[in-house]
């Protein structure tokens, strides 16, 4: 499927979707949005955004751009893939946080909430550092008929079925990440 350009090129990785579900301009409203509600809901509070790398990257770089309430924001690393569309089932926590987190609010930023293994791994490694609150921001939130590990989820941008997206930080093989859209990757491209 061939889908919007990046300037006057179309990004030859649109063709192996087999479905767009949020183009660029769909994710930009709701980034706004959740950025509206996380200003209202931290206001006169010290934050601090925490996003999970790689995936994150680029949701966190424009949510934290929606928040009017000043934050910092630092990333951690965690690795369940390993290649290819299954979660490998281990959580490997890759990099911790290096900003403190002793008097803050933590808000973790996630690309999408599948399993839920790396949110809870990463929730657990971040009450180590005592900060006065965890709470947590997706971008997607695949619909599952179970998960591996249930997390509380306080905000998440879109709900979508379970089915492997890509683009906007979501990746195969560490490659999609820079397509401006969220797509289904076509099933032929991994089976
Ligand atoms: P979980 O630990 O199973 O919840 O998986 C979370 C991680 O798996 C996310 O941070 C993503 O990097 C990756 N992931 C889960 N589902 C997808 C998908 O549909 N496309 C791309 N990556 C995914
Ligand atoms: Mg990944």
Known sequence: ????????????????????????????????????????????????????????????????????????????????????????????????????????????VEDIYDSGRTLSAICDLLMVHRPLSVKVCTLLYKEKPERAAKTPIDYFGFRIKDKFVVGYGLDYEE?????RMIGVLDPSIYS
């Open 1 to 108: 499927m061939t889908e919007s350009t990046t300037g006057t090129l179309t990004n030859p990785l649109h063709a192996n979707l087999c479905d767009i579900l949020f183009t660029e301009e769909e994710i930009a409203r709701r980034t706004s949005e959740l950025g509206l509600q996380i200003s209202k809901d931290y206001e006169g509070k010290n934050l601090v955004l925490v996003g999970i790398l790689r995936g994150a990257l680029i949701f966190l770089s424009d949510l934290s751009r929606s928040i009017t309430v000043p934050h910092s924001w630092d990333m951690v690393g965690a690795s369940s893939y390993h290649g290819g569309t299954g979660s490998s089932g281990r959580v490997q926590i890759t990099k911790d946080v290096e900003v403190d987190l002793r008097d803050k609010h933590v808000l973790v």
């Open 175 to 179: 490659m999609y990440r820079n397509l």
